[in-house]
């Protein structure tokens, strides 16, 4: 059984920055793909940013590109997501997502479907 723990939400000022991260675990296959997905109130959720943990390719959404950066550990079985200049439409609960086995990327645009495996996220909030 797949396991995602997420750490690293919380309360950050518009402009700042936070650092969140998923431990993974239970993967039976060496190949598959990892994502962040966010939820803000009475909207859909939507992907963030996704990576391959094969090739470390990424995939971003339009809105946060050049601004987050997803990363994996050398083990692969930890992923981040750098947050910089924070904006307050940023606020959300973010998720991770797994898929295995995956041999490709998915992109940051592909329906939810496309993720079997959840967390049970965190909080971000972007506020003075």
């Known amino acids: 059984e797949v396991q995602l723990v997420e750490s690293g939400g919380g309360l950050v000022q518009p402009g700042g920055s936070l650092r969140l991260s998923c431990a993974a675990s239970?993967?039976?296959?060496?190949?598959?793909?990892m994502g962040w997905i966010r939820q803000a109130p009475g909207k859909e959720r939507e992907g963030v940013a996704t990576?391959?943990?094969?090739?470390?390719?990424?995939s971003y959404a339009d809105s946060v590109k050049g601004r987050f950066t997803i990363s994996q550990d050398n083990g692969k079985n930890t992923v981040h997501l750098e947050m910089n200049r924070l904006k307050p439409e940023d606020s959300a609960i973010y998720y991770c997502?797994?898929?295995?086995?995956?041999?490709?990327?998915?992109?940051?645009?592909?329906?939810?479907?496309?993720?079997?495996?959840w967390g049970q996220g965190t909080q971000v909030t972007v506020s003075s």
């Open positions: 990576i391959y943990t094969d090739d470390s390719t990424t």
């Open positions: 997502a797994a898929r295995s086995p995956c041999y490709a990327l998915i992109p940051a645009t592909k329906p939810m479907v496309w993720w079997p495996d």
């Open positions: 239970g993967f039976t296959f060496d190949d598959y793909a």
